[in-house]
């Protein structure tokens, strides 16, 4: 997989002097999609067998499965699945859509956004933000209750594939650089077809805090209407030693 990486990057020197220089030992650069759906979520029909044979035709080897309302697709994968799985989840909340991710169990929607925070942070996992700007899926907060909340997020979705246009995206990604919050990305596929139609290239990690540090020395690329974009975080960008 390394090479494979290397072969198709090897203009990215960012990444291989990220890949020699990691501390822990972990020389393997993750091709991560942090956003999939399973049939677990009632508007996807994708098998976690099939997600998994997607995920190595197009040499991804590390994925959160995001279902909605739902962990069990997420769990079913971590069995199956060669490489990493988050267990994560997108809860329906009163003021729209928190991720949860590195859940060890299902949360159930239909609660207040500050709940379902409180629910996934009792049980060790972190809160992202998916699509936060998103037309319809987005939260629903103005811009004060957003920048009151910022403290209680771990992770925002900078690059979510299925947001038709970058400005949702481009507003993710500048509101994580002004609260200093690391960025996310994925497809949000719910056909496999979807999958990885953007992914994050980043160093290996072992723990929620390590996919934290890890994610601040992310590399996104994502696809808009058929081309690919070279879309770097603004951590990405202002990390320039790593
Ligand atoms: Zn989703």
């Known amino acids: 997989m390394l090479s494979e990486a290397n072969a198709s990057r090897n203009s990215n020197n960012e990444i291989l002097h990220c890949i020699q220089n990691d501390k822990k030992g972990n020389i393997e650069l993750l091709k991560a999609d942090f956003h999939i759906h399973s049939k677990y979520s009632m508007d996807s029909q994708n098998e976690p067998e099939d997600i998994v044979k997607r995920c190595q035709e197009l040499g991804i080897n590390c994925v959160a499965i995001a279902d909605h309302n739902a962990v069990e697709g ?26 949860g991710m590195f859940l060890k169990k299902h949360i159930a929607s239909g609660i207040p956004l500050e709940e379902a925070i409180a629910k ?23 811009e004060d209750e957003m920048a009151k909340l910022a403290p209680q997020i771990d992770i925002i979705e900078v690059f979510n594939a299925r947001c038709p246009y970058i ?14 919050l690391p960025g996310t990305a994925g497809s949000d596929a719910h056909t ?51």
């Open 74 to 99: 997420a769990f079913k994968m971590k069995e199956i699945a060669p490489f990493k799985v988050i267990v994560a989840e997108e809860v329906l909340t009163h003021s729209g859509e928190v991720m």
């Open 120 to 142: 996934i942070k009792e049980q060790g996992g972190l809160v992202s933000i998916p699509h936060p700007f998103a037309p319809l899926r987005g939260l629903r907060l103005n």
């Open 167 to 180: 400005q949702p995206n481009n507003k993710a990604n500048e509101f994580a650089g002004e609260h200093n």
């Open 192 to 242: 496999l077809g979807e999958i990885g139609n953007v992914f994050v290239e980043m160093p290996d990690f072992n723990s929620p805090q390590e996919f934290l540090e890890a994610l601040r020395k992310a590399k996104i690329e994502g696809k808009y209407s058929g081309l690919f974009v070279h879309f770097h975080s603004t951590w990405a960008k202002i990390q320039k030693g790593f």
